[in-house]
């Protein structure tokens, strides 16, 4: 099959689910920086980065140990409840330093993965608490639709009208209700990760579920599946199902680690060897075959002949320095969606 084949050869099912941790921001920032030079804080720097050391350094010996766990830390803050005033100014910096962060100019690796993804079937859904994927969302919006968006932790750039449940920038009024829409919560303890008791998160997580239930592809992007997060892993489970149930989709995997301690991290999730493991997103599916994953893998795994199997895909160029050149490329695949959806009414 030729590039031009996978371009033209589209499916109006197959619904493929990105999951993003923060391993996702991490690489988009060593590939194109912040746009203010800011850098993007991980769990194990976050003290230093976001600059609570002036804190943490008051606290007694047994909170200054976690420093370089963050999560772990902000747990005993909130669990032993001896330090409100400390916890407030955590808080407060740490959404007032995400809140500062800002996509560069050039293309990021956000904006090949919104890009990647269609809007009548797909979704994003991310941990992450910074501004990357909301913006990338916002500027390639102005191109074409963009996939679904989901914050499974809140965001920087989001807010909440609770008089309807309707999700808004953050700290603006809702146009209906004339309501705020308020603030996200970014941070809980480890150990009380309770996705149902926020009606935002739990907004959040349901539509996830829902997605999960029927996706063919899933691409788990930088997120190591903690220990520590077990009822975002129990939601995760439960929503995919039990795994001998889910023979004929594929699980994908993006991650610096090693290969097996990935595979066995996200072991519950992988039916056989119904997996792809890769260290760079421009060696994923969505790199590889971008807005086409789900027709990529149907051909690979059950091909009407040896010959119609997309080896070589349509990989999209990594090398663009303007967000008008990546549109132009991806141009030929959306007006082909647009011809086969116009067709099929």
């Given at each position: 099959m030729t590039t031009q084949d996978e371009i033209e050869k589209v499916h109006a099912s197959g619904t493929h689910v990105l999951l993003l941790g923060a391993g996702a921001s991490f690489a988009s920032t060593l590939k194109n920086p912040e746009k203010n030079g800011k850098n993007l804080p991980l769990m194990w720097n976050i003290v230093d980065i976001v600059g609570l050391n002036g804190i943490v350094d008051q606290l007694p010996d047994d909170y200054k140990v976690l420093k370089q766990d963050f999560e772990k830390l902000y747990s005993k803050i909130s669990d032993e409840g001896k330090f409100h005033e400390?916890?407030?100014?955590?808080?407060?910096?740490?959404?007032?330093?995400?809140?500062?962060?800002?996509?560069?100019?050039?293309?990021?690796?956000?904006?090949?993965?919104?890009?990647?993804?269609?809007?009548?079937?797909?979704?994003?859904?991310?941990?992450?608490w910074d501004p990357f994927l909301y913006k990338a969302y916002l500027r390639n919006g102005k191109f074409t639709k963009s996939p679904g968006i989901l914050f499974l932790h809140g965001c920087v750039s989001l807010g909440f009208d609770k008089s309807n449940g309707i999700v808004g920038p953050a700290g603006m009024y809702s146009k209906k209700t004339e309501q705020l829409f308020e603030p996200t919560q970014l941070l809980y303890p480890v150990d009380k990760k309770d996705y149902n008791t926020d009606p935002y998160i739990k907004g959040q997580w349901d539509s996830l579920a829902s997605q999960l239930k029927i996706a063919e592809r899933v691409t788990v992007f930088g997120y190591s599946a903690p220990v520590s997060d077990v009822e975002?892993?129990?939601?995760?489970?439960?929503a995919w199902?039990?795994?001998?149930?889910?023979?004929?989709?594929?699980?994908?995997?993006?991650?610096?680690?090693e290969e097996d301690d990935v595979r066995n991290a996200w072991d519950r999730f992988i039916h056989s060897h119904h997996y792809h493991y890769c260290t760079d997103?421009?060696?994923?599916?969505?790199?590889?075959?971008?807005?086409r994953m789900v027709e990529s893998y149907?051909?690979?795994?059950?091909?009407?002949?040896?010959?119609e199997?997309?080896?070589?895909?349509?990989?999209?160029?990594?090398?663009f320095q303007t967000l008008e050149e990546l549109w132009e490329w991806h141009l030929p695949l959306i007006k082909a969606e647009e011809e086969f959806y116009n067709n099929a009414e």
């Open positions: 400390e916890k407030e100014v955590i808080e407060q910096a740490v959404y007032s330093y995400f809140e500062q962060l800002d996509l560069p100019d050039e293309p990021t690796i956000y904006d090949y993965m919104i890009l990647a993804l269609r809007s009548r079937k797909d979704i994003i859904a991310t941990f992450n975002a892993i129990d939601l995760l489970s439960k199902g039990n795994v001998e149930d889910r023979a004929m989709e594929e699980f994908e995997l993006i991650d610096i680690r997103y421009f060696k994923s599916s969505l790199a590889l075959h971008p807005r149907r051909h690979w795994a059950m091909p009407l002949s040896p010959g199997m997309f080896q070589d895909g349509n990989k999209v160029p990594e090398n």
